[in-house]
């Protein structure tokens, strides 16, 4: 059998063996709307674990982390550090989130956002925003998937026709199973994940350079420089690098997916526990960043760094191997992707059909309309990839500065009680119009008195300050007594 064949058959396998275990929970019980969107309220360690680390191997690593490491060398590993501090404020975050949801019967993050200063308008805005942000980050899966299928295929697949496939099923376990799917499923991906990107980040510099020092000692010889701040690049500096590290480590729970899978946990010291050892898992994006400065080496002069990864395996390896590859890295997109479909669906239909055109919509009916939103959300996502490949790009480059500034308006409202509904409004529209303006004028990262700083970071550090004056000049005593009973768990 010839290798594009083997590769192909391979993928596919995985491809549809992962849809009938995510086919399966629903097929077996009969779910109302929160044992489909949230599971219920009742994953364990070891489910929550892989729902909550899934989110780390996206499509980013397999093909953004190795061409980070490839077209900008030192800067890339930041990497390492952001989720190692995200956990931290996940550890006193998410636990506070999840009693709250179960009191109080929430299911997405504008469900929080609305108790938290009884505001529906609020909830409205930050459903708004949300599906927004998450659109083009799905879209960047069904690109990312179709990317894998046609190098593993050596270009016999196009990318059309795998994505058309692989999200259809997607889609049809997200509407069977919900949530309950998108976790089993993501016990699959992860294991499969880490065997590759360890096993391939440690054999290819072994294999060419001997082992990994003596692929650095050959990249710093080649490249002086490129493995220190700021890399090739004349701006990415050691400013950047920390702003980055701050916007993303307090961005990264500010995703509207993460808190409903915060709320799909028994309770708090599940997640607790889970933040204490999911650091674990950053440790692993060290090895895609490896082929990435080996692949510099082999492959010089890549027009598409993100393809530094499966070109590296195609090169060495037969197409087996290669099938491998492709089929956890179309898993790493299919995963993530389901649990975007999923909570954009809930999103769409619970805080903004419901809430502003639907407000007497029972659970029954709230679940019949985001089963069909599901289908239409990823048609709407498959159109944009095939179609207007290009159009959301921008979104994707506002997607993690937008969504970090929810921080203010979700955290302080939390565990601060003078934080207001006019605080969040005012501090919200300011950072993200900032965020707006700043990266499609390009001036991402902004200088400031010679230094260089992300520009989600600067809008975030003007969206909090004007929070905390504008809620210290609107808070009452009354207002935080009604906010105080409302956050009672």
């Not at 992962?18 to 070891?46: D, H, Q, S």
């Not at 404020?89 to 998410?94: A, D, I, T």
């Not at 690049?233 to 990264?252: H, I």
């Not at 029954?364 to 048609?379: E, G, L, M, N, S």
Request: charged letters at 10%; one cysteine or more; aromatic letters at 14%.
């Amino acid at each position: 059998m010839s290798n594009e064949f083997l590769a192909l058959g391979i993928i596919f396998a995985f491809i549809f063996i992962t849809t009938i275990v995510g086919m399966l929970p629903g097929m077996r019980e009969k779910l109302n709307l929160e044992g489909w969107a949230i599971g219920g309220r009742g994953f364990g360690r070891w489910l929550s674990w892989f729902i909550l680390a899934g989110e780390i191997y996206t499509a980013f690593a397999f093909l953004g982390a190795s061409g980070w490491a490839y077209a900008r060398g030192g800067p890339t590993f930041y990497i390492l550090g952001y989720g190692a501090l995200a956990y931290v404020v996940g550890y006193y975050l998410l636990p506070k989130i999840s009693p709250i949801g179960k009191k109080f019967g929430l299911m997405t993050q504008p469900d929080l956002v609305q108790h938290i200063y009884d505001s529906k308008l609020l909830g409205i805005l930050t459903a708004i925003i949300g599906v927004l942000f998450l659109l083009p980050y799905l879209q960047l899966q069904l690109t990312g998937l179709g990317i894998i299928i046609q190098t593993c295929s050596y270009g016999l697949f196009t990318k059309v026709p795998a994505m058309l496939i692989a999200f259809t099923l997607v889609a049809i376990f997200v509407y069977l199973s919900g949530l309950k799917g998108v976790a089993s499923t993501a016990v699959i991906k992860d294991v499969v994940m880490i065997v590759a990107v360890v096993f391939f980040g440690l054999y290819l510099p072994f294999h060419f350079f001997g082992n990994v020092g003596n692929m650095f000692e050959a990249l710093d010889a080649a490249k002086p420089g490129f493995l220190t701040l700021p890399g090739p690049t004349k701006v990415l500096d050691s400013s950047w690098v920390m702003s980055t590290l701050v916007l993303t480590s307090l961005g990264f729970y500010m995703w509207p997916h993460f808190s409903a899978n915060s709320f799909s946990a028994k309770g708090p010291e599940v997640l607790r526990h889970n933040a204490v050892f999911l650091p674990l898992y950053q440790i692993c994006l060290l090895f895609p960043m490896l082929i990435g400065f080996t692949a510099l080496l082999i492959i010089p002069g890549l027009s598409n760094p993100d393809m530094s990864f499966m070109l590296m395996v195609q090169k060495v390896f037969p197409g087996w191997a290669l099938g491998l590859v492709g089929g956890a890295g179309a898993l790493a997109c299919m995963i993530p992707a389901s649990d975007l479909i999923l909570n954009t669906s809930m999103i769409f239909t619970r805080n903004i059909y419901c809430r502003g055109f639907n407000p007497k919509a029972d659970h029954a009916h709230q679940k019949f309309v985001a089963r069909i939103v599901v289908f239409i959300i990823t048609a709407t996502a498959l159109c944009l990839a095939i179609f207007a490949p290009n159009l959301l790009v921008n979104l994707l480059l506002v997607g993690y500065s937008g969504v970090t500034q929810f921080f203010p308006m979700i955290v302080l409202g939390l565990f601060w009680k003078k934080a207001t509904k006019v605080a969040s409004f005012c501090g919200l529209i300011v950072g993200e119009i900032l965020v707006v303006y700043l990266i499609f004028n390009k001036l991402d990262p902004i200088s400031i008195l010679g230094f260089h700083l992300n520009a989600g970071f600067f809008a975030l550090t003007v969206n909090m300050i004007i929070f905390v004056v504008v809620s210290f000049l609107t808070s009452s005593k009354e207002n935080i007594a009604r906010k105080e009973q409302r956050l009672i768990t």
